[in-house]
């Protein structure tokens, strides 16, 4: 691609590049063109641009061409999700609707190799994209975290400089680490919470949490603060023993049925933080159980299927609106600059 490499400073992409990378899209185009225009503007107060985390990634992870940047390891999956209707008291989204809504889906690790061994330590992620293309369509990529480790994306960033690989050890280092933590509080406060909270053992039994919020605005125009995770409905497979541990007992248990989540929404007080996904919310806030995800077919990653799709988490029907998080804005510029690298890596 064309995009200027160096340090980090700000960036305007040629018109000619995002017109070869719109070129490249099979499917889901149309929401996915926005996303590519996202990526012409800037992420946040410092001069990070959406190239600059995309060479921090490769610096920490290596440069593997055709698979996401981050989260490069994964199978891709579709079912539907039944709505029970209870949704539809926050927003007006007609995936909220009593009724059936069809999803395309991504089970992934985290981390930028496609190739790494499975650990159950390792952070495990959920992209889902529910309805049809068009105005209606709703993404999110979720995580096996009760909280994220980052407040912002300068923090996110610094995170990908300290685990860099020193040269000569090939680990990283420990001191840059313990900087880091020093650094960010919130991201120190943010693991404090994730160790007292361990993850489960599989993909199967993991809770994902959407963990930014957004604003639900229902048929009065009502506006919302709301949380959104999928609660389990079954164990997992106990983990194989080989580098796909985690990855095997997924595919073996998606083959044999269903596997099903139901999808709770947590109402914030005018009070909670909506733009700090480091901190949780408190536990006795209400929460709506809006239905049950189903999801009972799963492939390698092939043209055509969730390899294809940018779950852009500002990809909203009507209905859902981004809240102050400046995550958000981040996370879509990033994915975008992303996808439109390994969409046109991907020939086949
Ligand atoms: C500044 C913060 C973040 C950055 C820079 C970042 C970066 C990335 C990148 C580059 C990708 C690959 C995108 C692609 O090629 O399609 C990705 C994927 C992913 N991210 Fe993030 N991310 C951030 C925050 C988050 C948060 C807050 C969550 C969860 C709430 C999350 C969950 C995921 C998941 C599940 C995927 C895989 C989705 C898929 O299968 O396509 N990320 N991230």
Known sequence: MNEPTGPPGRWRPARRDVLRGAAAVATFLAVDVAAFLAANNWIGPALLTPRAFLDVFNNAFGRHPGY?????????????????????????????????????????????????????????????????????????????????????????????????????????????????????????????????????????????????????????????????KLTPLQQALPPTSGPDALFDPLVRQLRAGPLRWRLVLTIGTPDDPTHDATLLWPGDRRTI?????????????????????????????????PSDDPLLSARSAVYAASFRRRAGENTL
């Open 68 to 228: 996401r940047t981050n989260h490069a390891k994964g199978v891709c999956v579709a079912g539907w999700f039944d709505s029970n209707g209870n949704g539809a008291e926050l927003s007006r989204a007609a995936v909220f609707a009593l009724g059936r809504t069809p999803v395309l889906g991504r089970f992934s690790a985290a981390g930028g190799n496609p190739h790494t061994a499975d650990t159950s330590a390792a952070g495990r992620g959920l992209g889902l994209a529910f309805g049809f293309p068009g105005t209606q369509q709703w993404r999110t990529a979720m995580l096996n975290l009760p909280v994220f480790p980052d407040d912002s994306p300068q923090s996110m960033y610094d995170r990908l400089v300290a685990t860099a690989i020193v040269a000569g050890t090939g680990k990283p280092d420990p001191a840059a680490m313990t900087r880091f933590y020093a650094a960010h509080p919130p991201a120190a406060r943010a693991m404090a919470i994730l160790k007292q909270r361990p993850p489960t053992p599989g993909f199967a039994d993991s809770v994902f949490s959407g963990l930014n919020a957004f604003y639900f605005v229902n048929q009065s125009g009502v506006r919302t603060p709301v949380r959104w």
């Open 289 to 321: 159980d809006a239905g049950v995800l189903n999801l009972d077919s799963v492939q390698p990653e092939a043209k055509g299927n969730a390899r294809d799709i940018n779950f852009d988490p500002l990809v909203l029907p009507p209905g859902i609106e």
